[in-house]
């Protein structure tokens, strides 16, 4: 990494906040091959900035409030979980010993079970209860080192109640933890709209979206598009509604079935297309010339017993940027952990550990529209650290059940 002095022309010594010393850095910055490591460096932060990163050979001379010698720990950018559906009430245990006794995720949602079950859960539970059952999931994001998740709607689907979600996710939203909105009103057909998709998509488009978006509830726009959920065409009606909001668009594309999400997604210049284990080599082309990034969830993957594995290989070879999240939700992703969906995708998907480690930051920042504050550890962007007990960044992909945090810096305040 490139090391930049911080220059003061008034000739007086430059003052910083908090200086951590004698730390091996995993910067994780484009470009920089093998983790972008630094043996033996440092990092300086000024408010909730990293203001200098280095050698510690080459710290600048300076007044530093705070110093911290962390001899052999390694930092790495804070991680990221681009993908979760973190606040619903209820849990569908009951589903997970169907799956296991072998109904798939489909017959199950085509059962009454599945999505609706737990949007009647939810839009029965009052707010300040989804409060505090998503804070204990958060909190054991957090706990591994999380300090920025997307949550999205889509188990309210009436707008009382998505309103009501995505105002639980706002207040989630603190010093300690960056958090993304995303609206996913098209996540399922709610059953008082049974048989009438395009009526629904209408009042999504009509009523609930640009209610919602007046009250800034929201960051970006998410569908689900597939057999079981809503067509190719409903979808560009609503991501149409979307762009004339300047709202980016998301997608949950060819989870179960090639039903051309990725080039969908691409059309509308998405943020992210997520699952994607059924997308064409032509979908990735589409997603590479839109620079659209590739959201695996390794965690969905394994729950429903997927076997068809999303296209790593084209995904390398047309350089797609490949996000890593949890999918944090109680139906296909019971899962609180970014850890062993950085695990998962390695051992289910043969993703090396740094594209895991990538995959939870510089790529999950782009997936959320924030690469130029966050997931990597450079000058400007927000001081969101982690601090580790490892030998190696690559141990962070291959230990599960293990949490070797040390310390979480968010916004240059050590918590
Ligand atoms: O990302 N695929 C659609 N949505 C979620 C599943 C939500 C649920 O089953 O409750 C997913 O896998
Ligand atoms: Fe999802």
């Known amino acids: 990494m490139q090391v930049i002095q911080s220059k003061d022309s008034s000739n007086q010594m430059q003052d910083y906040d908090l200086l951590i010393t004698d730390i091996n850095i995993a910067s994780m910055a484009q470009d920089n091959l093998d983790y972008g490591i630094i043996k033996n460096g440092s990092i300086a932060i000024k408010g909730d900035r990293i203001s200098w990163i280095g050698s510690s050979d080459e710290i600048p001379k300076a007044v530093y409030k705070e110093k911290l010698a962390m001899p052999g720990k390694w930092i790495t950018p804070a991680l990221i979980d681009c993908h979760t559906h973190l606040v619903f009430a209820g849990n569908r245990a009951w589903e997970f010993e169907e799956r296991i006794k072998g109904k798939s995720y489909s017959e199950i949602s085509l059962a009454g079970g599945g999505i609706i079950s737990t949007v009647l859960e939810t839009r029965k539970c009052s707010k300040d209860k989804l409060i505090n059952l998503a804070k204990k999931r958060l909190k054991s994001l957090q706990s591994e080192g999380v300090g920025t998740i997307e949550i999205k709607s889509g188990y309210g689907l009436d707008l009382e109640s998505e309103k009501k979600m995505l105002m639980v996710a706002n207040e989630l939203d603190n010093e300690q933890i960056t958090i993304k909105k995303t609206f996913l009103g098209a996540h399922s057909l709610p059953p008082e709209y049974k048989g009438r998709g395009d009526d629904y998509i209408k009042y999504i488009c ?210």
Not at 324 to 342: H, L
Not at 379 to 404: C, M, R, S
């Open 206 to 415: 009509n009523e609930m979206l640009p209610e919602i978006n007046n009250a800034g509830l929201i960051d970006a726009v998410d569908a689900f598009c597939e057999t079981i959920a809503f067509s190719n065409q409903q979808i560009s009606s609503l991501f149409d509604k979307a762009v004339s909001l300047n709202l980016p668009v998301k997608l949950h594309a060819d989870q179960l079935s090639n039903s051309g999400g990725a080039e969908l997604a691409a059309e509308y210049n998405a943020l992210s297309a997520d699952h994607i284990e059924y997308t064409s080599n032509n979908g990735v082309k589409a997603l590479a010339n839109a620079g659209c990034v590739a959201v695996l969830l390794p965690g969905a993957f394994m729950t429903i017993n997927e076997t068809q594995k999303p296209p790593i290989n084209e995904l390398r070879k047309c350089d797609v940027p490949i996000a890593i999240a949890t999918d944090c939700n109680p139906g296909s992703s019971p899962i609180c952990s970014i850890r062993f969906a950085m695990t998962l995708a390695a051992n289910l998907f043969q993703l090396t550990p740094e594209e895991c480690l990538a995959g939870v930051t510089r790529e999950a920042a782009k997936a959320l529209g924030l690469e130029n504050k966050k997931g990597t550890l450079e000058i400007g962007k927000d001081a969101d650290i982690a601090i580790w007990d490892i030998n190696h960044p690559n141990e962070l992909t291959y230990w599960v059940g293990f949490n070797q945090l040390s310390n979480l810096i968010i916004k240059g305040k050590v918590i």
